[in-house]
């Protein structure tokens, strides 16, 4: 059976207890949800705006076409979880599990991923614009289709990564680590005299190594 329409935390409790795992078309927005087991359930076009999914268990969940802006997901467990074509926009997975989770076609623009865990979670196609990924770890990872222009990268690890189709125009990179990193398809922007170290060992091309430096005020003859 497929639920639909508006439900609530009692509700979606009882239907859960029974064996639903399949949502569709549901209205859970505003609701408080935190500490719930949805592992292993699917949700498809259901709204989540400003729910609190705080320490929910969300292990093997998936949410395809969805809309969570504003979403509390602080310590939730996202293992395996996966997320696709949703808009999870200002969401705050502050301390999340986020382990082999996949995100693919999201809107994660000022997201908070401060003190997320895991390993293997990946990233495609997605909006990062403006979001917290303080000591992320990208390190030996294909990154495709991120915009994380002005998000906060600070000590991110980049080693080894490829970066395609990427930006990190006004990002702020402070202790970040870019060692062995292909940056060849990513957007760089105006990188500060400063910040040049940190991009030591970095694989860049002569395009780009051009232009930064002619934002160093080098002529290039």
Same mark, same amino acid.
Request: with cysteine; hydrophobic share 40%; glycine share 8%.
């Given at each position: 059976?497929?639920?639909?329409?508006?439900?609530?935390?009692?509700? *979606?409790?009882?239907? *859960?207890?029974? =064996?639903?795992?399949?949502?569709? !078309?549901? +209205?859970?927005? =505003?609701?408080?949800?935190?500490?719930?087991?949805?592992?292993?359930?699917?949700?498809?076009?259901?709204?989540?705006?400003?729910? !609190?999914?705080?320490?929910?268990?969300?292990? +093997?969940?998936?949410?395809?076409? %969805?809309?969570?802006?504003?979403? @509390?997901?602080?310590?939730?467990?996202?293992?395996?979880?996966?997320? +696709?074509?949703?808009? $999870?926009?200002?969401? !705050?997975?502050?301390?999340?599990?986020? /382990?082999?989770?996949? $995100?693919? /076609? %999201?809107?994660?623009?000022?997201?908070? $991923?401060?003190?997320?865990?895991?390993?293997?979670?990946?990233?495609?196609? %997605?909006?990062?614009?403006?979001?917290?990924?303080?000591?992320?770890?990208?390190? @030996?990872?294909? *990154?495709? =289709?991120?915009?994380?222009?002005?998000?906060?990268?600070? +000590?991110?690890?980049?080693?080894? &990564?490829?970066?395609?189709? %990427?930006?990190?125009?006004?990002?702020?990179? @402070?202790?970040?680590? $870019? @060692? /062995?990193?292909?940056?060849?398809?990513?957007?760089?922007?105006?990188?500060?005299? &400063? !910040?040049?170290?940190?991009?030591?060992?970095?694989?860049?091309?002569?395009?780009?190594?051009?232009? *930064?430096?002619?934002?160093?005020?080098?002529?290039?003859?």
């Amino acid at each position: 059976m497929k639920a639909s329409g508006m439900i609530d935390r009692t509700e *979606l409790t009882e239907r *859960l207890a029974a =064996g639903e795992r399949s949502f569709i !078309d549901c +209205e859970f927005a =505003g609701s408080d949800l935190a500490r719930l087991d949805l592992s292993e359930a699917r949700f498809e076009n259901c709204n989540f705006r400003n729910v !609190d999914l705080t320490g929910v268990n969300l292990s +093997e969940t998936e949410f395809r076409r %969805c809309q969570a802006a504003s979403a @509390k997901l602080r310590g939730a467990d996202l293992a395996d979880a996966v997320f +696709e074509t949703s808009d $999870f926009t200002t969401a !705050d997975f502050t301390g999340a599990r986020i /382990g082999s989770a996949r $995100f693919d /076609g %999201c809107r994660l623009s000022g997201g908070n $991923f401060t003190e997320a865990t895991g390993i293997d979670y990946a990233f495609v196609d %997605c909006l990062l614009v403006s979001a917290n990924l303080r000591r992320m770890n990208f390190r @030996k990872v294909r *990154l495709h =289709g991120l915009d994380m222009s002005e998000a906060d990268l600070t +000590e991110a690890d980049f080693r080894d &990564a490829i970066l395609e189709r %990427c930006s990190l125009r006004e990002a702020s990179l @402070k202790h970040a680590q $870019f @060692k /062995g990193a292909d940056l060849r398809g990513c957007d760089l922007g105006a990188i500060a005299l &400063a !910040d040049a170290p940190l991009f030591k060992g970095a694989i860049i091309s002569k395009a780009q190594a051009s232009e *930064l430096l002619q934002g160093f005020g080098i002529k290039v003859a």
